[in-house]
């Protein structure tokens, strides 16, 4: 058993947060360790985690509000973060927002405010160029906090497909799985396209697909516009195809995407976050490959993916991604094979959104035209891969590389800012 490396504390919600969670989530145990009591000592160096759990909480006015605020804590803990002897960890790795300069600023002021040193508050989210964004819009001032990045939901599913978890992420054979997955006879559907919510990419992915008469080929998950969790509006994509002139040819698709009725893919009745965790391999065995709309796409200053990705590449699907530059590498990073000798990967270098959203357009008609000449054929050269990632995933590798290479050095970082000079 491995000694705890960082001791904590946290405030602002009754659990300790989605960060200390995700690090319980191993076969080993966890580098953190709760004070006894949640309370901090005299001796004690620590992180106290500040439990965020939606951006907004970020903001001033929730105290008006009445509920919990970060400048709620208690005078005896800045004492300590001035000393050396603890840091401030803001924990939203449940999300990866993009820089917002007046949620920085007020917190830029409350640091100054109470005087704590420049670097010793912890801004833990999944977005990796948060800095950068911080920097363009704050300048020196940036500084004043640490940017760390985390990616609780990938953390999930490294998780569930593990065989540390208790539950079976699929509740179906392993074996018998892969088996149908490269099974042309159980294919009924070119492509799979889940997590339904009309955020941007997913608006013109549908229309795209609408456009090339490939949706009533496909199995695709759309709630409409007006679905209940934050998507974007009929205005918002209108705008946005009015400033990228490279995809104005889906406006007339746009209008017909405002007019569909619901559709679900998945027999789950759960909806939204509560999804991360349904499997259902039957959609995965009647489609070729997956074509995931990532929650970002447009915004330079956000580099992540979420379970989206994982999850596809976890259930060794062949897969294309309309999100952010990347992507596809940070899955490489992660220890999963890419598919470029079937799938060309050009576009997830790109950092204009139109360019590479076109070219993963591109790609997805050139594997539709190489499925109908030759299904089998086309099965065949991607069964390599996908087996991997999905042995990648189900042995446990995946989450024991994870641990190894994300939660570790992070909690190793975390606990030298705190340990005696």
């Known amino acids: 058993m491995r000694p705890p490396l960082l001791p904590v504390i946290f405030r602002g919600h009754h ?13 080993e145990r966890s580098p953190l360790t709760v004070l006894p009591g949640n309370e901090r000592t005299a001796e004690a160096r620590y992180a106290c985690l500040i439990a965020v759990q939606d951006f907004y909480r970020m903001r001033a006015a929730v105290k008006d509000a009445g509920e919990w605020h970060y400048s709620l804590i208690e005078p005896a803990i800045f004492a300590d ?18 820089y917002d300069p007046g949620i920085f600023s007020e917190l830029y002021a409350w640091i100054e405010t109470q005087r704590l040193p420049a670097g010793r508050c912890v801004w833990l989210a999944q977005n990796r160029r948060i800095a950068d964004g911080a920097r363009a819009a704050a300048g020196e001032r940036a500084k004043l906090i640490r940017f760390e990045h985390y990616d609780y939901f990938v953390k999930i599913m490294a998780w569930i497909f593990s065989p540390s978890s208790p539950e079976v992420a699929m509740g179906v054979d392993a074996d018998a799985y892969i088996g149908r997955l490269f099974d042309a006879r159980g294919k009924d559907r070119l492509l799979l396209c889940l997590n339904a919510t009309p955020r ?14 490939l949706l009533d080929k496909s199995l695709v998950s759309f709630p409409g516009m007006d679905y209940v969790k934050s998507g974007v509006s009929l205005q918002e994509v209108r705008e946005f195809l009015k400033a990228t002139p490279d995809l104005e040819y889906l406006r007339p698709c746009i209008d017909a995407v405002a ?16 999804l991360v965790e349904k499997i259902d391999p039957r959609v995965y065995e009647r489609t070729y490959f997956s074509l995931v709309t990532e929650s970002d796409f447009s915004d330079p200053f956000i580099e992540r993916v979420t379970e989206k990705t994982v999850k596809a590449f976890c259930m060794g699907h062949p897969t294309l991604v309309v999100g952010n530059a990347r992507s596809i590498a940070f899955m490489t990073d992660l220890g999963f094979q890419d598919g470029g ?81």
């Open 15 to 27: 659990e300790a947060g989605f960060f200390a969670h995700a690090l319980g989530l191993s076969a």
């Open 81 to 98: 973060v001035r000393a050396g002897r603890a840091v401030l960890v803001f924990d939203l790795c449940n999300e990866g927002p993009a």
């Open 200 to 213: 941007l990419p997913r608006v013109l992915t549908v229309a795209a697909l609408m456009r090339h008469r």
């Open 259 to 274: 007019q569909l009725p619901p559709m679900r893919v998945d027999p789950f009745p759960e909806r939204g976050n509560a």
């Open 341 to 421: 000798e079937v799938f060309n990967r050009a576009a997830d270098a790109l950092s204009d959104p139109s360019a590479r959203f076109n070219r993963v357009v591109e790609d997805v008609l050139r594997q539709a035209a190489r499925i109908a000449t030759n299904r089998h054929a086309w099965l065949d050269r991607v069964r390599e891969v996908g087996t991997h990632n999905f042995r990648y995933a189900v042995s446990g590798e995946f989450l024991a590389q994870f641990v190894k290479n994300c939660d570790l050095p992070l909690a190793a970082r975390l606990a030298a800012l705190v340990a005696p000079a």
